[in-house]
């Protein structure tokens, strides 16, 4: 009872403890729930229509395509450019699949299992095509190889190490299904819209009209360029009504952002090319005095390696193969630059002949317990193949079919490094005349080779080549990162950056309108963190110093304006609507100037420059020479004037002003109307013109694209 008593006389310090400790634990577990919110976002990637991707699902996709394009290409890697465009389509891809299908399912439109079956069957998609399930007889898809692919992967699926072999296979096969589901769908949806889209025999007898009815008339011209720019005057109330005017023109879809940056490249220094030219002096002589091609190559560290095989220019690079025919054999050159590939470059010409670009040949590869019972064996073989005994019945003898096959200068040129065995084999293949056999010895064992055919004879060039790209130093590197470090550490305005960066060598070069969607800032590689940094600065901001490019470039950004969602301030078009105002300024000059005027000599009187312009359609734009535009409203305003008539209104065209009379309209000859033709005609424009909904629905779907913070 003593118990109780104390703890109802310490009742309300309990219950808030109690309080506490639940309050506690409630805010540990939504403190946790927040945080795995927040992981969640940092790893989104991108929003369509509310529907957020992650990285690894983005990655997924990418790596999906990537391995697609690899079969389809015959390619191991991609560089970091085609890595890039592979990324934006994956994207953009996304996108279109997310937007049909949203629509589609508001519609009922869908691609039934029995649809692609049927489409299967037919075999006619092109992307069918691209599998390797094609008839190479009658050169169709073929839905029965497809079938027996698909049944053979199954019962390798117990097998792994068959079914690995199936897989790649397999996968490419459901990204083709897939791309056929998506396509079918989108074609679907755009018929729709098109259908939407109806021509008539009306329409179409207009539209007839408008591209083969042709005219032929005296133009009287008064370019814009004839009044000084000066002489108009432009105000700020003229800006605002152009504005108001055209202002959906400014409507931004995605925030952008202005920058001013400095980028400084550190290039060699003069004593960085001296002490390479010493090198490739050395190197020059060394060739020249007779010494080992490939360890003179080797010690100079030439980025093209030497072989000792004889090979086409297309093995060597342009400026290398450029030379050839020019020098003697045995010539070795003094070093020389190369700008576009920024190397100097020394060449020894060792040997130039004749060689067949293609030679068909047959081995027999003869081994043995030892290096000695083979090379019995071989020289058994060869003196009975000597002595004219046959080349297939003895290579069946000893288990091998001894089948003709070609070897041409493309399958080995281009090779990087090649060891002493394959030199003495290639240069034996091309050496030997048609029907001659040499017996070849390797270290495990023996090769009987045959030359059988020889053809396309070619120059070839056995050549030394040394190619070394003029690099800093490390010390020429440091001093120009210590120079740059000191202006982005003493400039942290965008005033003083600009005011400050000619004293030091650099400039400040401005850029509008980056969009997050770029792969780079200013051009240069590895600008990732850069990006980042733009995209979460504040105006006025000046970022640190990034080192990027091949690790070349020294850069520093500046955020000058962001450019959110929504119209462009008329600030940030005045620019723009200057021109255009200026342009309708000098219209109204010239309109004045030609009041009044009832025929072409009138106008030729008020300063007009008279010319025949001849052949004239509604459904083209005519260029006009002595204004040097391309002018629409001109073609639309004679298509309704009659022949014979002179224009009743001054026409108002891109480069200038202009008053005509109609001499003639005609018919193009042969050219007869065809209703059902021209319909069909203005059907195909219609179904192109539904592929503009899907830009307009790109702007509803709402989409977020952060890629920058992860690629």
Same mark, same amino acid.
């Given at each position: =009872?003593?118990?109780?008593?104390?703890?109802?006389?310490?009742?309300?310090?309990?219950?808030?403890?109690?309080?506490?400790?639940?309050?506690?634990?409630?805010?540990?577990?939504?403190?946790?729930?927040?945080?795995?919110?927040? +992981?969640?976002?940092?790893?989104?990637?991108?929003?369509?229509?509310?529907?957020?991707?992650?990285?690894?699902?983005?990655?997924?996709?990418?790596?999906?395509?990537?391995?697609?394009?690899?079969?389809?290409?015959?390619?191991?890697?991609?560089?970091?450019?085609?890595?890039?465009?592979?990324?934006?389509?994956?994207?953009?891809?996304?996108?279109?699949?997310?937007?049909?299908?949203?629509?589609?399912? *508001?519609?009922?439109?869908?691609?039934?299992?029995?649809?692609?079956? +049927?489409?299967?069957?037919?075999?006619?998609?092109?992307?069918?095509?691209?599998?390797?399930?094609?008839?190479?007889?009658?050169?169709?898809?073929?839905?029965?190889?497809?079938?027996?692919?698909?049944?053979?992967?199954?019962?390798?699926?117990?097998?792994?190490?068959?079914?690995?072999?199936?897989?790649?296979?397999?996968?490419?096969?459901?990204?083709?299904?897939?791309?056929?589901?998506?396509?079918?769908?989108?074609?679907?949806?755009? /018929?729709?819209?098109?259908?939407?889209?109806?021509?008539?025999?009306?329409?179409?007898?207009?539209?007839?009209?408008?591209?083969?009815?042709?005219?032929?008339?005296?133009?009287?011209?008064?370019?814009?360029?004839?009044?000084?720019?000066?002489?108009?005057?432009?105000?700020?109330?003229?800006?605002?009504?152009?504005?108001?005017?055209?202002?959906?023109?400014?409507?931004?879809?995605?925030?952008?952002?202005?920058? #001013?940056?400095?980028?400084?490249?550190?290039?060699?220094?003069?004593?960085?090319?001296? /002490?390479?030219?010493?090198?490739?002096?050395?190197?020059?002589?060394?060739?020249?005095?007779?010494?080992?091609?490939?360890?003179?190559?080797?010690?100079?560290?030439?980025?093209?390696?030497?072989?000792?095989?004889?090979?086409?220019?297309?093995?060597?690079?342009?400026?290398?193969?450029?030379?050839?025919?020019?020098?003697?054999?045995?010539?070795?050159?003094?070093?020389?630059?190369? #700008?576009?590939?920024?190397?100097?470059?020394?060449?020894?010409?060792?040997?130039?002949?004749?060689?067949?670009?293609?030679?068909? @040949?047959?081995?027999?590869?003869?081994?043995?317990?030892?290096?000695?019972?083979?090379?019995?064996?071989?020289?058994?073989?060869?003196?009975?193949?000597?002595?004219?005994?046959?080349?297939?019945?003895? /290579?069946?003898?000893?288990?091998?079919?001894?089948?003709?096959?070609?070897?041409?200068?493309?399958?080995?040129?281009?090779?990087?490094? =090649?060891?002493?065995?394959?030199?003495? @084999?290639?240069?034996?293949?091309?050496?030997?005349?048609?029907?001659?056999?040499?017996?070849?010895?390797?270290?495990?064992?023996?090769?009987?080779?045959?030359?059988?055919?020889?053809?396309?004879?070619?120059?070839?060039?056995?050549?030394?080549?040394?190619?070394?790209?003029?690099?800093?130093?490390?010390?020429?590197?440091?001093?120009?990162?210590?120079?740059?470090?000191?202006?982005?550490?003493?400039?942290?305005?965008?005033?003083? =950056?600009?005011?400050?960066?000619?004293?030091?060598?650099?400039?400040?070069?401005?850029?509008?309108?980056?969009?997050?969607?770029?792969? +780079?800032?200013?051009?240069?590689?590895?600008?990732?963190?850069?990006?980042?940094?733009?995209?979460?600065?504040?105006?006025?901001?000046?970022?640190?110093?990034?080192?990027?490019?091949?690790?070349?470039?020294?850069?520093?950004?500046?955020?000058?304006?962001? +450019?959110?969602?929504?119209?462009?301030?008329?600030?940030?078009?005045?620019? =723009?609507?200057?021109?255009?105002?200026?342009?309708? *300024?000098?219209?109204?000059?010239?309109?004045? #100037?030609?009041?009044?005027? *009832?025929?072409?000599?009138?106008?030729?009187?008020?300063?007009?420059?008279?010319?025949?312009?001849?052949?004239?359609?509604?459904?083209?734009?005519?260029?006009?020479?002595?204004?040097?535009?391309?002018?629409?409203?001109?073609?639309?305003?004679?298509?309704?004037?009659?022949?014979?008539?002179?224009?009743?209104?001054?026409?108002?065209?891109?480069?200038?002003?202009?008053?005509?009379?109609?001499? #003639?309209?005609?018919?193009?000859?042969?050219?007869?109307?065809?209703?059902?033709?021209?319909?069909?005609?203005?059907?195909?424009?219609?179904?192109?013109?539904?592929?503009?909904?899907?830009?307009?629905?790109?702007?509803?779907?709402?989409?977020?694209?952060?890629?920058?913070?992860?690629?």
């Amino acid at each position: =009872m003593a118990a109780l008593g104390k703890i109802r006389k310490r009742g309300v310090a309990l219950v808030c403890i109690i309080g506490l400790g639940l309050f506690a634990f409630i805010a540990e577990e939504a403190f946790r729930s927040c945080e795995a919110t927040k +992981n969640q976002q940092r790893q989104q990637i991108g929003e369509v229509l509310g529907n957020k991707i992650n990285v690894q699902e983005f990655q997924a996709l990418v790596d999906e395509y990537q391995d697609v394009l690899k079969i389809t290409q015959n390619r191991d890697n991609f560089t970091e450019e085609e890595l890039n465009s592979i990324k934006d389509e994956v994207w953009s891809s996304y996108i279109n699949e997310q937007i049909i299908q949203n629509e589609a399912e *508001k519609l009922g439109l869908t691609v039934t299992d029995q649809e692609l079956q +049927n489409m299967l069957k037919e075999g006619t998609n092109p992307m069918l095509l691209q599998t390797p399930f094609v008839n190479q007889q009658t050169g169709r898809f073929d839905v029965t190889m497809l079938t027996k692919f698909l049944d053979d992967y199954k019962k390798a699926s117990t097998n792994p190490q068959v079914a690995e072999s199936y897989q790649s296979i397999y996968k490419y096969w459901q990204f083709i299904e897939k791309q056929i589901r998506q396509q079918t769908l989108a074609q679907k949806y755009q /018929a729709l819209m098109a259908n939407c889209l109806i021509s008539n025999p009306i329409s179409a007898k207009m539209a007839f009209e408008g591209q083969n009815q042709e005219s032929d008339i005296q133009l009287a011209s008064i370019a814009y360029s004839s009044i000084n720019d000066n002489d108009v005057k432009i105000d700020d109330s003229d800006l605002k009504a152009k504005y108001d005017e055209k202002k959906e023109m400014f409507k931004q879809e995605v925030e952008t952002r202005d920058i #001013k940056y400095v980028d400084f490249q550190v290039v060699a220094s003069a004593a960085d090319r001296k /002490a390479l030219e010493k090198t490739m002096t050395d190197a020059s002589n060394k060739l020249q005095s007779g010494a080992t091609p490939s360890e003179v190559v080797r010690k100079a560290q030439s980025q093209f390696p030497y072989t000792g095989i004889a090979a086409t220019k297309r093995a060597y690079p342009s400026d290398i193969a450029a030379k050839l025919d020019s020098m003697a054999v045995g010539q070795t050159t003094a070093p020389f630059e190369t #700008k576009f590939d920024n190397t100097l470059n020394v060449v020894k010409l060792i040997s130039k002949t004749q060689m067949p670009d293609s030679i068909e @040949y047959r081995q027999i590869q003869v081994g043995g317990a030892t290096v000695e019972a083979a090379k019995k064996t071989a020289d058994s073989i060869y003196n009975a193949l000597k002595a004219g005994a046959d080349f297939e019945a003895l /290579a069946q003898k000893y288990g091998q079919t001894a089948q003709k096959q070609w070897l041409t200068s493309a399958m080995y040129e281009n090779s990087t490094t =090649m060891d002493e065995e394959s030199k003495n @084999y290639l240069n034996a293949i091309n050496s030997l005349g048609a029907g001659e056999l040499k017996n070849l010895e390797f270290a495990q064992g023996n090769i009987i080779l045959q030359v059988t055919a020889r053809k396309a004879m070619v120059d070839k060039y056995d050549v030394a080549v040394i190619k070394h790209t003029i690099d800093f130093s490390k010390s020429t590197y440091s001093e120009a990162y210590n120079k740059f470090s000191q202006f982005v550490s003493e400039n942290k305005t965008i005033e003083d =950056m600009e005011k400050n960066a000619a004293k030091f060598g650099f400039t400040v070069s401005p850029r509008k309108d980056l969009y997050n969607s770029e792969h +780079n800032v200013a051009g240069l590689r590895a600008t990732r963190e850069t990006m980042k940094w733009i995209f979460a600065a504040k105006e006025g901001e000046v970022s640190p110093l990034y080192e990027c490019g091949n690790n070349d470039h020294l850069l520093v950004v500046a955020l000058t304006k962001v +450019n959110p969602v929504g119209y462009r301030s008329l600030d940030g078009v005045k620019d =723009m609507l200057k021109s255009e105002v200026l342009r309708d *300024k000098k219209f109204e000059q010239i309109k004045a #100037k030609l009041e009044g005027v *009832k025929d072409i000599a009138a106008a030729q009187a008020k300063g007009a420059k008279i010319d025949s312009v001849n052949q004239i359609t509604f459904g083209a734009p005519v260029f006009v020479q002595s204004t040097g535009a391309s002018e629409p409203a001109l073609a639309g305003a004679v298509s309704a004037v009659k022949a014979g008539d002179f224009s009743k209104a001054v026409v108002k065209g891109n480069g200038g002003a202009y008053l005509f009379k109609v001499l #003639k309209k005609s018919n193009r000859e042969g050219v007869k109307f065809d209703a059902k033709q021209v319909e069909a005609q203005l059907q195909m424009q219609a179904t192109q013109a539904a592929r503009v909904f899907i830009q307009e629905l790109y702007q509803k779907a709402g989409v977020v694209d952060n890629r920058y913070l992860f690629f």
